[in-house]
């Protein structure tokens, strides 16, 4: 890593409105990456028959786009832990738009494939850069808590995809992507008015040498690549996610699984697509409890540094027969077939209180995704409680390419497991079944959160004492 030195230089930002504001920002960017993301899925039917193009296709575009996103999300935020990150987002956030409103105007498969992935590319700085920037507004005590709400807005935000494309979409598939895009075009607009937030401004080691004027000018380089890696908390960290992804990559099926059970009952497809569409939305609402995990995580971590990767590691496992139950659970649709979207809108919520396989679903999910939903927060949290400032970004997109990868793999792997189980289980069984074989994948994930536990603590200490050291310099 290296220093410049530029002498003391005043404090920068506004005051606490201006911060407000900059952190909703930040925070909604977030959500909106993972609209365009949870975008596609519900729209396969639609767009497969549109492109002529088989629905395990649109799967592929869905698998590659994780991918993409993830590799170019190292190379962001690399460059975004050397130099100013806000340009950085504004440019990301940019590309992506633009992707998203060509993949609107795309008329054959190539063209749509094409335009996702340039809107995978730009996808990738949103995560990655903004995930440092924000790291730098949390103290170490509340990061569990402020990371589940930064987690937790990019499962609103795919859930808000999934929504939005199966309303909007349902009878025009291009809408959704047209409506993306103009959001995106004013977020940027919305970054301009953002401050630029300083470097390990949230280390209460750093604090006494931040408040005299003077800078953290510590900066990544390819030297500390190797020191990274050979952070023991960090490929505990990294190498979960090859699984947690796989697991929760297949979960984007969950749509076409109601829709496929809505057609076994004999609704026409355009309803089916509504139908899955609501129900995965509504079965997904246990994430909100994400919020729960990163306050236990907070309240364990100050009882023992092991805290929060005990707490993930709990969740994932706990979480995994209640998500065998969600896909079996019978359940019985009762909506007005070839009605608009909000007369069926209505009647799946009126469902939940009328019809008990829709409320036992419905508990049931909450509590699989309240369960897994403490990862989120925790793998935010320890990824900046084991690495200094200026590591944090390119941490977090190792994470996340890995992720990808993990993601891509579950929802590749899974349309294929669903071809080939059809021989066996007729629809919508084989949707049930391949799903339910993928959650197996969280039983590794939860065995590497518990060696995260033993290794963390040593790397936690290991970074205060170099952040007390660099103050002592500044």
């Known amino acids: 890593m ?53 629905q395990r296709l649109l799967g592929l575009v869905t698998a590659v786009g994780f991918l993409v996103s993830a590799v170019a999300a190292v190379g962001w935020a690399y460059v975004g832990d050397r130099t100013d990150r806000k340009p950085l987002l504004m440019v990301g956030t940019l590309i992506w738009a633009a992707g998203t409103g060509g993949s609107a105007l795309a008329q054959n498969y190539p063209t749509f494939l094409g335009a996702q992935l340039v809107a995978a590319v730009g996808l990738g700085a949103v995560g990655s850069v903004g995930f440092s920037v924000v790291t730098d507004l949390i103290s170490p005590r509340r990061r569990g808590l402020v990371m589940s709400f930064w987690g937790l807005s990019q499962g609103v935000g795919t859930l808000a995809g999934t929504l939005v494309g199966g309303l909007l979409g349902a009878t025009d598939w291009r809408r959704p992507f047209v409506v993306l895009t103009a959001v995106g075009l004013v977020a940027t607009a919305a970054y301009l008015f953002t401050y630029d937030i300083r470097r390990g401004q949230s280390e209460p080691e750093l604090a006494g040498a931040l408040a005299t004027g003077a800078e953290y000018d510590y900066r990544i380089t390819r030297a500390d690549l190797p020191r990274i890696l050979a952070r023991r908390t960090n490929r505990w960290l990294v190498l979960q996610g090859l699984t947690a992804q796989a697991a929760f990559g297949s979960l984007v099926w969950l749509p076409v699984l109601f829709a496929q059970r809505a057609e076994a009952q004999g609704y026409s497809a355009a309803t089916a697509v509504v139908v899955g569409s609501v129900f995965a939305t509504l079965f997904q609402l246990g994430g909100v409890l994400s919020i729960v995990g990163g306050l236990v995580g907070d309240a364990v971590q100050r009882r023992t540094l092991r805290g929060r990767a005990l707490v993930a590691a709990v969740g994932i496992l706990a979480a995994l027969p209640f998500y065998l139950v969600l896909f079996f659970v019978p359940l019985r649709i009762d909506v007005p077939d070839g009605a608009g979207s909000g007369a069926v809108v209505a009647a799946v919520l009126a469902s939940v209180v009328t019809e008990p396989t829709v409320g036992l679903s419905l508990l049931t999910a909450v509590l699989a995704l309240a369960l ?89 200490e290991a970074v205060r004492d170099l952040l007390h050291t660099r103050a002592a310099r500044l």
């Open 372 to 460: 897994t939903s403490a990862n989120s927060p925790n793998w935010f949290a320890l990824i900046a409680d084991v690495n200094p400032p200026e590591h944090r970004g390119t941490v977090y997109s190792l994470g996340n390419l890995v992720n990808g990868v993990g993601r891509a793999a579950g929802n590749g792997l899974v349309g294929v497991a669903f071809h080939a189980l059809r021989a066996a289980f007729p629809p919508p069984l084989n949707y049930a079944v391949g799903l339910a074989a993928f959650q197996l994948f969280f039983v590794p994930t939860g065995v590497m959160y518990w060696l995260a536990s033993r290794t963390s603590p040593r790397d936690i």
């Open 2 to 54: 290296t220093s410049t030195r530029s002498g003391p230089r005043p404090v920068r930002g506004g005051g606490p409105a201006h911060r407000y504001y900059s952190v909703v920002v930040f925070v909604v960017l977030a959500s909106l990456d993972n609209v365009a993301i949870g975008l596609v899925p519900p729209l396969y039917g639609p767009i497969s028959g549109a492109l002529a193009v088989p």
